[in-house]
């Protein structure tokens, strides 16, 4: 299987996953059914859109609309199907999903941009985390919702990680990408998992004591 | 009367009227000159910029300013006459005008991305609305209004709707480029104003019933 | 000493004291170590970002990672040292050079796109505003704060005025860059500081007076 192939499928995964979490985070507030989609498909092709403007190359869902048909579709399905999506479980399993989602986008990112040669070793670390959190930022400043920079939740530094991992990998043995891929996504996605199992949330020497009036 | 020609009238007339209503919509908060003339020119070519960024084209008012001073000019003469457009008559004018414009960008930006080959058919619609309503989006964002996207107003559907209209009639009529855009703009303004007169909202069924804590 | 040479020296000096009050601006809130740093990087660079995906020119920090590594390291440094820098002594000071920060950036961003000929006179007026303050109004966007352009300080005028400055004398003397560019930033930041050091206002006359329900 090629390291093309390996992307699609990947960020195939991530689109579809991002839309489903997409459509229910913005679903806790009225919203209607076209704003619904517009937020789950922004969403799921918002980070990866960002990144390629910044890139200058053609924005990944132009010339491949399956990107775009997948989000578009979750999201409908997701919007038909709220009631179902809202049970306990069943969002949980959503949070699981959406880790395999950011863990996937993140590294995904983060290798698109080091095989451009942007910006090394900085570049790539940035535009992974784009990747993986952009299309959550947009979606929440849309919806008026707090963005996940200002919760105490342990979301991007697991994507941080991960892209660590692939870019260092990458960096001493440049030949197994598809490995570097999978061992970033595989740590990434891990410590989101834990983070959600165990409730686990940033620490309080590693957040600002606001001083207080 | 060529196709750029009513391309350019086109998007002066919504250029001119999206300046007018950004302006109003934010100096209901207090707003000062500086900031109202920003938010006003954001309102009026914030959508096009984000469509032509997307589409990796030069920005649609760097080579021609007549966009930009239009833009300019029309949101300091409504911060001037500010008492004037607030009167209940007159407003109720400038949501028509707003319709307008809507109506003029959707249809104006579907078929720029359409002539581009961009991700057809999906390109055009995304981009279409995005830039009929992208310079709001900003603008309610940059002033802390909940977004059009959040409310229950009838506001981008008919913008869709004027949006496929034009891009099927471009699909079986190539050659039909003015008919198709009359058709599409007449329809996604009809349908916007009949929800003005008759004060329309979503209905119910459109829209997700958020569970209750 | 050439143009490029000193228009490195002001984007480097800048790029730090945005880090250092993008990180300040949202440490009133709880905010974690990962989000600072993002946050801070955003201020420092979010602005000519905007400025180069609109001029469609490559993000000035891709080729040369040293603006990225001062923000980050400005960011994590004040993150450590938020209790000194919130010191009220302290805090003044940061403003100025905060008002450094946006003179130096809006006539830079003015010059470089004055001198790819973008949109003469109008498009390096609007690309060196939004340069100086583009990346707070991100910052203040993704952490839920007012946006500048909501408030009555002094803030983005002085820019406009010293980027007007800098455009003038480089219309009338166009080898005179360094002395426009000197120029253009010391009234920038003079009137900037003179808000400051006065506590002044934009007059009311200047704002809206929003029609009461």
Same mark, same amino acid.
């Given at each position: 299987?090629?390291?093309?192939?390996?992307?699609?499928?990947m960020a195939m995964a991530a689109t579809i996953s991002?839309?489903?979490?997409?459509?229910? +985070?913005?679903?806790?507030?009225?919203?209607?059914?076209?704003?619904?989609?517009?937020?789950?498909?922004?969403?799921?092709?918002?980070?990866?859109?960002?990144?390629?403007?910044?890139?200058?190359?053609?924005?990944?869902?132009?010339?491949?609309?399956?990107?775009? =048909?997948? +989000?578009?579709?979750?999201?409908?399905?997701?919007?038909? +199907?709220? +009631?179902?999506?809202?049970?306990?479980?069943?969002?949980?399993?959503?949070?699981?999903?959406?880790?395999?989602?950011?863990?996937?986008?993140?590294?995904?990112?983060?290798?698109? $941009?080091?095989?451009?040669?942007?910006?090394?070793?900085?570049?790539?670390?940035?535009?992974?985390?784009?990747?993986?959190?952009?299309?959550?930022?947009? =979606?929440?400043?849309?919806?008026?919702?707090? $963005?996940?920079?200002?919760?105490?939740?342990?979301?991007?530094?697991?994507?941080?990680?991960?892209?660590?991992? $692939?870019?260092?990998?990458?960096?001493?043995?440049?030949?197994?990408?598809?490995?570097?891929?999978?061992?970033?996504?595989?740590?990434?996605?891990?410590?989101?998992?834990?983070?959600?199992?165990?409730?686990?949330?940033?620490?309080?020497?590693?957040?600002?004591?606001?001083?207080?009036?």
């Amino acid at each position: 299987m090629s390291v093309d192939h390996v992307l699609f499928i990947m960020a195939m995964a991530a689109t579809i996953s991002f839309a489903i979490t997409g459509v229910l +985070a913005v679903s806790e507030r009225r919203v209607d059914f076209f704003s619904a989609v517009v937020l789950g498909v922004i969403t799921a092709v918002g980070g990866g859109t960002i990144r390629d403007l910044i890139l200058d190359v053609p924005v990944f869902w132009a010339n491949d609309l399956s990107y775009i =048909r997948a +989000a578009v579709l979750a999201s409908i399905l997701t919007f038909v +199907a709220q +009631a179902f999506f809202s049970r306990p479980q069943v969002f949980k399993l959503i949070l699981y999903i959406d880790g395999i989602g950011i863990a996937l986008f993140g590294v995904a990112g983060a290798v698109k $941009t080091a095989e451009l040669g942007f910006g090394w070793p900085v570049g790539p670390l940035m535009l992974g985390v784009i990747t993986a959190i952009g299309g959550s930022l947009i =979606r929440d400043v849309l919806s008026g919702r707090k $963005t996940l920079l200002m919760t105490d939740e342990v979301y991007a530094v697991p994507v941080v990680i991960g892209c660590l991992v $692939t870019l260092v990998t990458l960096k001493f043995y440049p030949d197994l990408t598809s490995e570097a891929m999978i061992a970033g996504t595989v740590i990434a996605f891990s410590l989101r998992a834990s983070a959600i199992h165990w409730s686990l949330r940033l620490p309080s020497w590693f957040t600002t004591q606001p001083h207080d009036k």
